[in-house]
């Protein structure tokens, strides 16, 4: 069950465009079981991807929860728990 | 256009004012500086913090806030004026030196994080220069001490920070570039 409004289809889109933004190689063949590691993200582009999802989707995402993203696919599940906790009721 | 760079709420606003004015930051001279000096065993508390808040702190807000433009822009570079004190340390300038120190550790942490993105960040240390700072009294042994004779110009140090900020400048991060007329040699 979810409220969000965004699909995580849209949230793995919008995490491709970042990622081709920031200029990560093969940023636009991301699927949900990409790991970082495989994109050779570093942190810095990490802090990036992640300041820019919380200015698309309005979400905040906490130093915390960053650690545990290890991958795109945590990314999404992320995004969409945080935008369902926003959401309206 | 003014900021108080100790206030990090007063540092993104100018900043803001700034990129609506002339565009994102790409370049960044941290030489917003205080003394309040007067040996250790005396000095107060608001001396060693005023020093360290705005020479130190007050960088690091500056630095945050173009950070963030020069990582949009995959380019740029930052400049932090630091001093001669900052390694040799001065009598009396506890606050001064260790804010100045400090300066170079920052320096050298934000040329290593940002160097994949082709951000440089790096420092001079002016020596004794002739600006309003020094006027107050710059101790004649102190100049008798440099080995060129005579105290710098501020344009000299300007002519240091301009060849970090130019495009030449690419490959040399983590810096710190001496203009002192030899004092610290």
């Known amino acids: 069950m979810s409220d969000s409004p965004h699909s995580d289809e849209q949230i793995l889109q919008a995490i491709r465009d970042e990622l081709t933004r920031i200029k ?14 495989d994109l050779d993200v570093d942190s810095l582009d990490l802090v990036e991807l992640v300041t820019a999802l919380e200015d698309r989707f309005t979400v905040k ?3 915390g ?4 993203i290890s991958g795109v696919g945590d990314a999404v ?13 | 256009m003014q900021a108080d760079v100790r206030d990090p709420g007063a540092v993104r606003a100018a900043f803001a004012q700034v990129k609506e004015r002339f565009g994102p930051v790409l370049v960044l001279v941290n030489n917003a500086g205080v003394r309040d000096d007067g040996l250790a065993l005396r000095m107060s508390d608001e001396a060693w913090s ?7 702190t007050g960088a690091f807000h500056c630095t945050r806030q173009a950070l963030s433009s020069m990582l949009s822009a995959r380019w740029g570079r930052i400049v932090n004026v630091s001093s001669i004190v ?3 340390g001065n009598p009396g300038q506890a606050n001064y030196a260790a804010a100045k120190a400090g300066l170079l550790g920052l320096t050298r942490t934000i040329a290593r994080e940002m160097a ?4 440089t960040c790096n420092a001079v240390t002016p020596g004794v220069i002739d600006t309003e700072m ?27 920070i301009a060849f970090l900020c130019s495009p030449e400048a690419a490959y040399v991060n983590g810096a710190t570039l001496a203009v002192d007329g030899a004092l610290g040699a």
């Open chain 1, 24 to 37: 990560v190689p093969d940023a636009e063949k991301a699927t949900m079981s990409t790991d970082w590691r």
């Open chain 1, 65 to 68: 929860e960053l650690k545990e």
């Open chain 2, 86 to 88: 900052a390694e040799r």
């Open chain 1, 61 to 63: 995402i906490a130093d």
């Open chain 2, 50 to 56: 005023a020093v360290l808040d705005t020479n130190l």
């Open chain 2, 134 to 160: 020094t006027a107050e009294g710059v101790a004649e042994a102190l100049v008798a001490a440099v080995p060129a004779g005579r105290v710098g110009r501020p344009e000299e140090v300007a002519a240091a």
């Open chain 2, 116 to 119: 994949r993105k082709d951000i």
């Open chain 1, 77 to 89: 599940r992320l995004v969409q728990r945080l935008s369902d906790a926003g959401a309206p009721a």
